[in-house]
């Protein structure tokens, strides 16, 4: 019987090596004897005779340098009108020298992929005999064990496989027994996940029992989602039900931001690559030429219902009711009841046969809002069914508000904060800071922000990349990055100004959906 074992990988440090003994000994069949340690895993560049770099150097120089002998030659027989296909053995020599070279640099960078195979090949199941139980390998790309933190021994499960095809069984860990029997009945269905808050009272041992039930119940790890380190406690009951760790993010700073007068370090949590540089250098060149300025233009959150009648009629006459200035004043007493902060503004309709949209807009203070204008629009409700008791409500929100998607109404009446931004970048910062100058960009803005926008049917996106820095903000600052599809709406504008020396710049943003005071000082 021929049966193929993994051997043990050599040990990182003093914890892993204790750990990998300890893997070793259960995979050790009964009465083996330890052989020597394994030979370490081979690399591509391993078959090269030379060290790497001075084999490629070799080969760079060749190819060029029987490369420019070639043309050189074939330059001179095409003036002699020489036939090209007669060569001389010198000719033949290059020839040969130029696809071996060439071969070899094709091949060269192909090495991480020829690599990463080897790699794959050295860790792929082995071929094991559905006779021999006391053979085992460990599946580490399809099973791991817990949290190492959530029990007491960290080595992971040992898993008995046939088929690579088939599902990991999860084999027992050494959890307290009386947490594996509340694995085994969240696994079997009888404690739902949900619950482990309330039952254990315990949120980070909730945590621990709901992701081993999970790695048992998928066959899949968690080991790189990280479970420690995290106050569990602190979102109980406010964010994030039947939480299994978190996930981290890397945040940077860009600024100062000098406007209106005052400096800010504005937060960015974001993985792209130079989005905080690029910010920054925008920060630089804003602050040199004498900071920027802004207008709040409209500050009003939304929300709207939707409400049918048996008739068009009725929905008209609602509609003409609502829309009445008379009536304004009594719908306003109505609806600030909800909050000291909440405060009317205005009342927009819009009807689809027998549907009617009410979109109510108010003020809400410091906060985004959502909740506060909803209890304001269950109110007003509340006080229609009195003179409209044949009015059904179908939805507390009807999307005419509207509330994370991109729509043409937030574009136009705005949603949130409606802003206006502007500065004037002097000639030399454009040059020295953006390494451009104030016509190229102008004409870019134009092109690209502006035309192509239109042409590709854009819907409030006629800028370059707004999205990117509000939604690295909104994560940052613990905004709803939901939000980020109607607070990006924005159209950037550039002109050349003091006699086309320096840029005028500006950005008007009619629907930012924020808490206020998100930025650092």
């Known amino acids: 019987m021929d049966v193929r074992r993994r051997p043990p990988r050599p040990p990182r440090a003093t914890a892993d090596a204790t750990l990998e003994s300890e893997r070793h000994r259960r995979l050790k069949p009964t009465g083996a004897v330890d052989g020597p340690p394994s030979p370490p895993t081979p690399k591509a560049s391993d078959a090269l005779p030379l060290p790497l770099y001075l084999t490629n150097g070799i080969f760079f120089t060749l190819f060029f340098s029987v490369a420019y002998y070639l043309l050189h030659r074939w ?310 069914q009195n003179d409209f008791p044949d009015m059904d409500v179908i939805g507390i929100s009807g999307n005419f508000c509207s509330d994370k998607k991109a729509a043409a109404v937030n574009w136009i009446e705005g949603r949130g904060k409606s802003v206006v931004c502007e500065a004037v970048i002097k000639e030399d910062v454009v040059r020295k800071v953006l390494k451009t100058n104030t016509a190229a960009l102008v004409e870019l803005n134009m092109l690209k922000n502006l035309a192509g926008s239109a042409v590709a049917g854009a819907l409030g996106g006629f800028n370059a990349h707004a999205g990117n820095i509000v939604s690295a903000i909104f994560i940052a600052t613990g905004q709803d990055p939901a939000q980020n599809v109607e607070s990006c709406h924005c159209i950037t504008m550039m002109e050349a100004v003091n006699d086309g020396k320096d840029l005028h710049i500006s950005v008007t943003m009619p629907s930012v959906e924020v808490i206020e005071n998100f930025m650092l000082h």
């Open 75 to 384: 330059r001179d027989k095409i003036r002699t009108h020489t036939p090209l296909h007669v060569v001389t053995l010198s000719e033949i020599a290059a020839i040969v020298s130029l696809i071996a070279s060439f071969i070899y640099l094709l091949g060269f960078f192909g090495i991480d992929f020829v690599q990463s195979f080897i790699s794959r090949a050295s860790h792929d199941a082995w071929d094991v005999d559905d006779d021999a139980p006391d053979h085992f390998i460990i599946d580490e790309d399809r099973r791991r064990g817990p949290c190492p933190a959530s029990i007491e021994c960290p080595v992971p499960p040992i898993t008995a496989i046939a088929s690579p095809s088939k599902m990991v069984d999860p084999a027992p860990v050494n959890l307290p027994e009386e947490d594996e029997e509340i694995v085994k009945l969240v696994v079997s269905g009888t404690i739902p996940s949900y619950s482990l808050e309330s039952k254990l009272g315990d949120c980070k041992r909730a945590v621990s029992i709901r992701r081993e039930a999970l790695q048992r119940l998928t066959g899949k790890s968690l080991l790189e989602l990280p479970c420690e380190g995290f106050d569990y406690q602190a979102i109980l009951g406010q964010c994030c039900e039947m939480p299994v760790g978190y996930v981290q993010i890397p945040v940077g700073i860009a600024g100062p931001l000098l406007l209106d007068g005052f400096e800010y370090s504005v937060p960015m949590a974001t993985t792209e690559g130079c989005l905080v540089a690029s910010t920054n250098r925008g920060c630089k060149a804003i602050y040199v030429s004498g900071g920027a300025t802004s207008m709040v233009l409209r500050d009003g959150m939304t929300r709207a219902p939707v409400v049918r009648f048996a008739t068009a009629k009725r929905a008209a006459e609602l509609k003409f009711f609502l829309e009445n200035p008379e009536n304004f004043e009594t719908l306003s007493v109505i609806f600030n009841r909800s909050s000291r902060f909440a405060r009317l503004q205005g009342i927009q309709c819009a009807m689809a046969g027998r549907n009617l949209y009410i979109r109510f807009s108010c003020s809400t203070g410091d906060a985004m809002g959502m909740n506060m204008v909803s209890k304001g629009v269950q109110n007003v409700l509340d006080f229609l």
